[in-house]
């Protein structure tokens, strides 16, 4: 079975946001402005996604 996996980009600065903001930014594995990652689409990173929505673009992989 294939698991559902979702690319976020970093798309803006992560200057002047909030610490928390920031760690979770870097827990997604987002440390440069413009990376991608793809990640599994459950339920924990959707909420992560979701706290960073200014931040980040997500489409589906």
Request: charged fraction near 30%; charge should be positive; glycine fraction near 4%.
């Amino acid at each position: 079975m294939a698991d559902k996996k979702v690319k976020v980009t970093l798309i803006k600065s992560t200057i002047g946001a909030v610490p928390k903001n920031k760690k979770t930014i870097e827990a997604l594995g987002l440390t440069k402005l413009n990376k991608t990652v793809e990640l599994p689409d459950n339920a924990a990173t959707q909420g992560a996604i979701r706290k960073v929505a200014p931040y980040v673009k997500v489409e589906e992989a």
